[in-house]
């Protein structure tokens, strides 16, 4: 993998950037859609491309769960059986791990843990990470790491950062040369010394990109932005920076501003099959009887497949009668809106208008809040 930082801004941290990878090249700032076990819910990978997304997240902890990575690496790599020939990016599977508190016990060496699936015990390490996503084929890996609840006590946080550099440690080690880029993952709850203490270990070992983890996590969005500053100073400014399960595309827009280059998050896509739709105008409750007559595309100002297509009234009543349809055509355009929101970015980052951008996106995004609250 290659970053290049093809423009920077002169009025924030946001910069334009480009991705290369054995599977093609992503233009940063960039989105990318969560197809957890090797699929984005309620559409194709067809539909991905059409859309213009340009990498997707697989997950480890569920891929290895089910259907299992030997066997994905023996029907030739996750690209393959899945139908996708764009970039991967594999989340290591900490944060998975994280969220079954009571089904885990943490130590030097990883996590056993039950399924979620079948109640089966498993051993999670560093090592076992690493060699699921090698033999899933990733073009970008995690290291594996452990993620703090929120709120928890420096303390607990601060032996969770130590752990989490010597896991970084022992999964640089296993990465072999012709691989998939390896990002290291800044942990340090919601305390800017340990995020800096844990970046600056992290970049002592060196990795291809740096993300920050363990946010998003009930944390509110003045304090997620805090820690990406106080971590940012720490990282080196040649590489890709993620910022790991987050969020609105007002968490984009802050984010970006910071020097982010990187997102993926479940919002759009589980959002569309709750109902709630984003648009340029704010955020649409589809089920709103409001919309049962309305004639009007859900976005005059989208060009994806479902503004093109439908009225607002058709998508109320696929939604409201649980036609399956709905979730396809709804994820469509979220996704889109995802997409499209990076774009404008870039375009505002190269143009140098990133902050009047910032402030037509939240002029923009209140019409639409007091009808439809």
Same mark, same amino acid.
């Given at each position: ?43 194709? +990978? ?19 769960? *089910? +259907? ?8 030739? =790599?996750?690209? *393959? ?22 089904? *885990? ?20 390490? @560093? ?49 072999? @040369? ?5 990002? =290291? ?23 291809? =990109? ?21 971590? *940012? +100073? ?33 919002? @759009? ?12 105008? =704010? ?13 009007? @595309? ?76």
């Amino acid at each position: 993998m290659r970053f290049s930082i093809q423009y920077r801004s002169r009025e924030c941290q946001g910069r334009i950037g480009c991705l290369e990878t054995a599977h093609g090249k992503i233009e940063t700032p960039v989105f990318m859609p969560v197809g957890t076990q090797a699929s984005v819910k309620a559409i194709s +990978p067809e539909e991905l491309e059409e859309l213009g997304a340009e990498i997707i997240l697989a997950n480890t902890y569920h891929l290895y769960l *089910r +259907p299992g990575h030997d066997l994905i690496g023996r029907l030739g =790599g996750l690209h *393959r059986f899945m139908h996708w020939n764009r970039p991967i990016l594999t989340d290591s599977g900490g944060f998975q791990v994280y969220s079954l508190a009571r089904l *885990r016990t943490v130590s030097s060496d990883g996590v056993v843990f039950q399924s979620h699936i079948d109640g089966s015990r498993h051993f999670l390490g @560093p090592e076992k990470a690493m060699g699921i996503q090698q033999a899933l084929g990733s073009d970008i890996m995690m290291t594996f790491d452990e993620c703090v609840p929120f709120p928890a006590g420096y303390d607990d946080v601060l032996v969770a950062v130590k752990r989490t550099t010597r896991w970084a440690e022992r999964c640089a080690t296993r990465k072999g @040369p012709g691989e998939g880029a390896l990002f =290291g993952i800044v942990q340090g709850g919601m305390y800017p010394d340990l995020r800096a203490m844990s970046a600056r270990e992290l970049v002592a070992i060196g990795f291809d =990109g740096y993300a920050l983890g363990g946010l998003s996590v009930g944390e509110d969005a003045e304090t997620r932005l805090a820690v990406i500053q106080a971590a *940012r +100073p720490f990282l080196p400014e040649e590489k890709p920076l993620y910022l790991m399960g987050v969020g609105t595309p007002a968490d984009l827009v802050e984010a970006v501003c910071l020097g982010v280059d990187m997102f993926d998050c479940v919002m @759009p896509t589980r959002n569309a099959r709750n109902g709630t739709l984003f648009t340029s105008v =704010g955020r649409v409750a589809i089920k709103n009887a409001r919309y049962a007559g309305d004639d009007r @595309p859900l976005d005059p100002n989208c060009s994806c497949y479902t503004c093109r297509h439908y009225s607002r009234a058709y998508l109320r009543h696929l939604f409201m009668a649980r036609e399956l349809l709905a979730y396809r055509l709804n994820t469509i355009h979220n996704l889109a809106y995802y997409i499209d929101l990076m774009r404008a970015i870039r375009k505002a980052i190269e143009t140098e208008q990133m902050l009047s951008f910032r402030t037509w996106f939240y002029q923009s995004q209140e019409i639409n809040q007091k009808e439809d609250a």
